[in-house]
């Protein structure tokens, strides 16, 4: 059907309308075009779509750097038929409906490039890499589980290219995801073996199970490599499990399989804009809710300084660091500090007021972090009285580095 497009929507679609009045969602379009779209799915509400021909393009159109950007191709971008400066416009348009519509805030929105961007690609530093039915590593296709086979990845950082992931067969895999620092030139290699065998378990793991054989494929192309078991739990087959992340001027250690900006210059940036907003002072008291490897809490621990405390929530264990005995990245660098992470518990207080969520088979557990840079002693006492406080279960859980 022949639509005319108008306005940016979150997700990469833009809006139009069938004569009817119907809203129809449309991908690959840019606004103010007229398009010739296919309809991919409908609701009651609304339908969606895919520009399938440009009959009046806009002046922001370009050719996509990847051939797989388009209709029925792969899912992983959503603006590459437009122009970087374009991109960034839409961007700060879907932020400023988003903030007019929840929090009826009228703000303008500018988006800008981060350090070390270099035209819009080869920036990614995570990528998780499907397995198709003929072994291919690659893309899923927008809202489908189908594998595009894509080859090199425009948007990927080169390291991940080096890894060549994309390059071979994988049997009994269903994914691969590729974790890269560039401060270090390390890379790492999460391989999850497909459903339908039971998976091997202790050394056989290492020898003889999907992942086993994919870790040897990956020999001297990266340098951890790990195995996804039940639960999402992740085993190292080789290497350390962990990369060490450069921002802030500090060096992180962070688990290969935990959250970590894919941008080079974003947890950089991202620091920098916190510290600015807070402007942390000696003594203050902060909390970093969500915390991942730590990234705030690392660097407000350090603004605050001996006499002030922060506080990390997190319910992933694996964000803590992969070695026994050691506790999340933010915790490295001090003279003394005391850590403790526990399991937040069903009728226990996690903070004050605020009771935890039923803890759920598997999953729902947080952990508690509490950075104090400082004398040790001190530091102890005032953890262990802040706990006691907050109503946190027994002493089970704490460490103490020096």
């Not at 339908?47 to 002046?59: F, H």
């Amino acid at each position: 059907m022949e639509l005319a497009v108008s306005d940016v929507a979150h997700g990469g679609w833009c809006v139009a309308r069938q004569p009817g009045g119907r809203v129809v969602f449309v991908r690959h379009a840019l606004p103010g075009e007229r398009v010739l779209a296919r309809i991919t799915g409908t609701t009651t509400r609304f339908a969606r779509a895919e520009a399938v021909e440009i009959l009046r393009a806009s002046p922001d159109r370009v050719e996509p750097p990847c051939p797989h950007a388009r209709p029925d191709g792969c899912g992983g971008c959503d603006w590459q038929h437009a122009t970087l400066e374009a991109q960034r416009r839409l961007k700060a348009e879907v932020v400023r409906q988003q903030l007019r519509r929840i929090a009826a805030l009228d703000r303008q929105v500018t988006v800008e490039p981060l350090p070390g961007d270099s035209g819009g690609l080869g920036w990614r530093t995570r990528i998780r890499f499907s397995v198709g039915p003929d072994g291919a590593a690659g893309l899923l296709k927008h809202r489908s589980h189908a594998v595009v086979d894509v080859g090199a990845c425009p948007l990927a950082h080169p390291l991940v290219h080096e890894t060549g992931v994309t390059g071979q067969r994988w049997q009994r895999v269903s994914s691969l995801e590729i974790a890269v620092s560039p401060g270090s030139g390390e890379r790492a290699a999460i391989v999850t073996p497909a459903r339908g065998r039971r998976r091997a378990t202790g050394a056989a793991a290492g020898r003889e199970s999907p992942a086993g054989r994919a870790a040897t494929m990956l020999a001297g192309l990266a340098d951890t490599i790990l195995a996804t078991g039940r639960g999402g739990r992740l085993t190292a087959l080789r290497g350390r499990g962990y990369l060490h992340q450069h921002a802030a001027g500090r060096t992180w250690r962070v688990g290969s399989g935990t959250f970590w900006q894919v941008h080079p210059g974003a947890a950089g940036a991202l620091t920098a804009a916190v510290l600015e907003a807070l402007r942390p002072a000696p003594g203050d008291v902060a909390l970093d809710l969500f915390c991942g490897a730590g990234l705030f809490a690392g660097v407000l621990a350090e603004a605050v300084g001996p006499a002030g405390s922060v506080i990390g929530v997190e319910s992933d264990r694996g964000a803590r660091s992969a070695t026994p005995g050691t506790t999340c990245a933010a915790c490295r660098g001090y003279a003394s500090i005391t850590v403790t992470w526990r399991p937040c518990l069903p009728g226990k207080r996690c903070l004050p007021g605020k009771p935890c969520a039923p803890a759920t088979a598997g999953r729902g557990r947080g952990s508690r972090c509490s950075t104090r840079p400082g004398p040790g002693r001190d530091a102890r006492s005032r953890a262990a009285a802040e706990a006691a406080a907050h109503r946190w279960p027994s002493e089970a859980g704490g460490v103490r580095l020096m």
